[in-house]
C-alpha cells in the first residue's frame, strides 16, 4: 500500500520560511500526481500545489504563487514544498496527496498523508 508522511512543519514568523517534506512508501501507477493541500480551522481543505511526477510539470494556487515552490526527489520518492514569504493567512495543517491525475480537488487524490502543522505568526 501507498503511505505517506509528511514533516518540515513548524512555528514561524511573517516572511519567514519553511520546508516541507513527503516521503512515499512506493510508487505505483495511480500515484503519478502528488501535490498538498491545506486547511485551517474552521475550513474545508484547499488545494495549495501539485505536480505530475514524471514529467514535473507543477500547478498552483493564486495565493501561493511567486512564494512557494513544489519539487520532487525522485531518487528518495520524496515530494517538497518551499515555502518562502509566509503569512499568517498560511497557517493550517498541510497534507500530502497522491493521486492518477492532477487536480485541484480533494478527490482527485486516492492517498494522504497525516498532515504537518505550520503556524506563521503576524
Known amino acids: 500500500q501507498v503511505q505517506l508522511v509528511e514533516s518540515g512543519g513548524g512555528l514561524v514568523q511573517a516572511g519567514g520560511s519553511l520546508r516541507l517534506s513527503c516521503a512515499g512508501s512506493t510508487r505505483t501507477f495511480d500515484t503519478n500526481a502528488m501535490g498538498w493541500f491545506r486547511q485551517a480551522p474552521g475550513k474545508e481543505r484547499d488545494f495549495v500545489a501539485a505536480?505530475?511526477?514524471?514529467?514535473?510539470?507543477?500547478r498552483y494556487t493564486e495565493s501561493v504563487k511567486g512564494r512557494f515552490t513544489i519539487s520532487r526527489d525522485a531518487a528518495k520518492n520524496t515530494l517538497y514544498l518551499q515555502m518562502n514569504s509566509l503569512k499568517p493567512e498560511d497557517t493550517a495543517i498541510y497534507f500530502c496527496a497522491a493521486g492518477r491525475r492532477v487536480g485541484v480537488t480533494t478527490d482527485f487524490y486516492d492517498y494522504w498523508g497525516q498532515g504537518t502543522q505550520v503556524t506563521v505568526s503576524s
Open positions: 505536480m505530475t511526477w514524471t514529467s514535473g510539470t507543477a
